[in-house]
């Protein structure tokens, strides 16, 4: 009877799988503060990539990491960076698989902040030029889909502009819409690097407050009025209101990011035995989608196809 008037139902085919690159040969290293999340080298993507081929996911959102970061992050729109050379890879090996490229430029900057830095100034304007090449750049390499996470005002607009003169007519926008600056992405910044650059410095004056929800509203409104395909909250669970708020105003696809906090979160209590793991994950996946999203990032993605496969009935 519980089956027959449920609302909600998970799929597989919901979730998408974050990875990291890291450049180098025969890197398979954890992240500390992330268990069972892992840097990989290309030479040994090979570890993960089968089991998002047949998991039946919809596809992974790739990060690059650099050996080389730099004031303007020249590694993020090399043709020949780690990024674009996981993305030929994948393409070539993989040729089914949907690849999502994040496109930020805080895991090639020196500084760790997703813009060009002047002083203790960001310089919204002076970024898009550059998230423009590193958007063509990826496409070119053959990403599918890209996903701008700088937060810069204007990007999805100038983006899609250059996509189109270039030629990636279809590529498709993930628009990282409503970004809080929140600090459940702290193991993500470790597993790129980014959080010692960054320092005491903060994000906040281009991601949103926590305390806005209409000001997410607003950004949504913008990304798409832009070019963007479809829309992104960040972080997942705590954010919640604003998935529902921005599916009942817009209609539009509707992802939500169940960031890297709120897995370490789960992973840590878990291994303390404080919680259930599995309930508790797919507990909170279906939340995502009753809220409203469409699909989920989730470094659980793998976690929860299986369980699926196994029968798990929410
Ligand atoms: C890059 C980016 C971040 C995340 C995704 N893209 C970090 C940040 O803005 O500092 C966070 C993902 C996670 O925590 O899992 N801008």
């Not at 994948?90 to 902040?113: F, N, R, W």
């Not at 889909?145 to 926008?173: N, Q, W, Y």
């Not at 690097?193 to 950004?219: C, F, H, I, M, R």
């Not at 992802?255 to 890297?260: D, E, I, M």
């Amino acid at each position: 009877m519980r089956r027959m008037v449920c609302e909600t139902r998970l799929n597989a085919a919901d979730f998408i799988y974050p990875i990291f690159v890291a450049e180098g040969n025969n890197i398979m290293k954890p992240v500390d503060s992330m268990p069972t999340v892992y840097q990989y080298s290309i030479d040994n993507l090979d570890q993960i990539l089968p089991q998002i081929a047949d998991s039946g996911i919809s596809g992974l959102l790739i990060f690059g990491i650099p050996e080389k970061k730099d004031e303007l992050a020249t590694e993020a729109y090399n043709d020949k960076g780690v990024t674009q050379q996981a993305i030929r890879y994948i393409k070539e090996h993989y040729p089914d698989m949907l690849v999502i490229a994040d496109v930020c430029l805080c895991e090639y900057t020196s500084h760790g902040h997703c813009g060009v830095v002047k002083g203790d100034k960001i310089l919204n304007d002076s970024t898009l030029p550059l998230l423009c090449k590193m958007a063509v750049s990826l496409a070119k390499a053959g990403a599918d889909i890209i996903a701008p996470s700088d937060m810069m005002d204007g990007r999805i607009g100038v983006i899609r502009k250059m996509l189109e003169e270039e030629g990636f007519i279809h590529t498709r926008i993930m628009a990282y819409s409503a970004k809080y600056a929140s600090a459940f992405y702290g193991p993500f910044r470790d597993a790129v690097g980014s959080s010692g650059n960054l320092g005491k410095s903060t994000k906040a004056v281009y991601q949103q407050d926590p305390a806005n929800s209409d000001e997410a509203l607003w950004e949504v409104g913008l990304d798409l009025a832009e070019g963007a395909d479809m829309v992104m909250v960040k972080p997942g669970m705590p954010y919640l209101d604003v998935v529902r708020r921005v599916k009942d105003e817009f209609k539009a696809p509707t992802f939500v990011y169940h960031v890297s906090g709120e897995y370490a979160m789960i992973k840590c209590a878990a291994a303390a035995g404080c919680i259930d793991e599995k309930k508790i994950t797919m507990e909170s996946m279906i939340c995502c989608k009753r809220a409203g999203a469409d699909g989920i990032l989730t470094y659980c993605a793998l976690d929860v196809a299986r369980w699926l496969k196994e029968g798990y009935n929410y």
